[in-house]
């Protein structure tokens, strides 16, 4: 948060959303908005004065408009990734591939958590362990809920879509239950069965877990494994960097 009493913009940019949060001592203001929606992103802002925008992208170029109407409100963007430099070491052999986001959020998870095994639950389901020694291990990708529940129609429309309700898992008794069942429970085994695996892979033992992206209340509701949830790891993490120099 801002000390000064004005607001601090953090922007996540991802493929399909523009989620944006003004953090001050009083409130926490926060839209998910369409990045192709016109006047959008000015109607949020209102008449709000920044104390400072940091934002990220896992989209070339997402932030150009952004950019053009905070400069246009004398406020400089400064993004991750390019302004503001990962302070992680990264276990990738070329530090590049790993996507802003996700070490955006393990930074966050780091100053929350300490050593903490971190599950991002969007389009795509990632994973990292990050240590309390500054290092982020990224992990396995696979696919997120909808994506998974988007499959499925595509490749069998004849059944009817999952409406994304956390099943108790009991006997399906029709056929919308049978999909939910194999959706919903997919979805958390596949999160709970590659976290244990990752864990055992990286010889690490007692990591906290930590969920977050959209779709992480779904997992908590359905997992068999404790998760701690932590809806606004991407946004502590970009509040982090705003304090870098």
């Given at each position: ?21 003004l ?8 839209a ?62 070329d ?7 996700r ?39 696979g ?10 129609s ?41 976290a ?45 960097l705003?304090?870098?120099?």
């Amino acid at each position: 948060m801002s000390g000064s009493g004005r607001p601090l913009l953090t922007i996540d940019r991802g493929n399909s959303t523009l989620d944006c949060r003004l953090a001050s001592r009083d409130a926490v203001r926060r839209a998910r908005l369409d990045p192709g929606e016109p006047g959008a992103f000015d109607r949020f802002l209102a008449d709000h004065t920044l104390h400072a925008a940091v934002g990220l992208s896992v989209v070339r170029g997402g932030l150009d408009s952004v950019r053009t109407e905070l400069a246009r409100r004398g406020v400089a963007l400064r993004v991750a990734g390019e302004d503001l430099p990962c302070p992680l070491a990264i276990g990738y052999d070329d530090p590049r591939q790993l996507g802003v986001d996700r070490w955006v959020a393990a930074l966050a998870a780091q100053a929350r958590f300490g050593d903490a095994l971190v599950v991002d639950c969007g389009t795509a389901v990632t994973f990292c362990i990050v240590t309390c020694g500054g290092a982020v291990l990224p992990g396995p990708i696979g696919p997120g809920l909808r994506t998974l529940a988007d499959g499925l129609s595509r490749r069998a429309p004849a059944l009817p879509g999952f409406d994304f309700v956390p099943a108790g898992m009991p006997l399906p008794r029709a056929t919308i239950d049978a999909v939910r069942f194999g959706v919903g429970g997919g979805f958390a085994a596949l999160v709970d069965g590659l976290a244990a695996e990752f864990a055992e892979r990286a010889a690490v033992a007692d990591l906290i877990r930590v969920a977050t992206g959209g779709d992480a209340p779904f997992l908590l509701a359905t997992s068999r494994a404790p998760w701690q949830h932590a809806p606004e790891l991407v946004h502590e993490g970009l509040a982090l960097l705003a304090g870098s120099p």
